[in-house]
């Protein structure tokens, strides 16, 4: 009865308090470990009225680091990782007719800031540059990896993103990616953001 009684007590806490709904989680099964593995995940911030921000929360793994897209820029974010992909390709494509197998270069930077959360000893906002990187390895296998580092204002504090979103070896993931970019534009987020603040709205 007691523990009943708290779960009561605590819905109101949950149901109006500020929270993230999840979007969409874009996953595959790993190869190795059959376990399914999450590329990245979107998010929505939720205000203390259960009503929905137009921004993309973008996650790797777990709820930080993870950085914050709003709904203008999310086409211009697409274009920016359609490009890199393709560089990457054609990069991968020249490294291994010339026989290199090291190599670590930045492919391009996303052309405006981002609003970043990291977690060190405590949780943290930030503004940092989103950026790819180019990256191969004796063995023969590449990616292209999603990155950002961010920092408190007092740089003080410090966090990293390093995803690799784009692999030469792994089919699974690489669709998943590209479905991930298929979703990435306004009309897409816009409509979930709609669902959202609709059932919010009906007790106002």
Known sequence: MKKLLLILLCIPIIGFGQSFKTIKE????????????????TKFYLN??????????????????????PFEKLNDLREFLEKSRAKFYEWDSVR????IKDMKKNIDK??????AIGDDYGVFYGITTLETNYIAWKSGR????????????NN?????FAQYIVKSDDKKSN?????????????????????INEKGSLFE
Do not use: H
């Not at 099964?29 to 593995?37: A, G, L, M, Q, V």
């Not at 991930?180 to 987020?189: A, G, K, Q, W």
């Open 26 to 41: 874009y996953s595959f099964k790993n190869k190795i470990t059959k376990d399914n593995e999450v590329l990245l995940s």
């Open 48 to 69: 203390d009225k259960s009503i929905a921000i137009p921004e993309v929360i973008i996650y790797a793994y777990g709820n930080t680091p993870n950085f914050r897209i």
């Open 96 to 99: 291994v007719v010339n026989g």
């Open 110 to 115: 996303f052309s405006s800031p981002i609003n």
């Open 142 to 153: 590449s990616v292209m990896q999603l990155y950002f580092s961010v920092s408190d204002k």
């Open 156 to 160: 003080v504090r410090s966090d990293i």
């Open 175 to 195: 669709k998943t990616f590209q479905k991930f970019l298929d979703d990435l534009n306004i009309e897409f987020y816009q409509k979930e953001l709609n669902k």
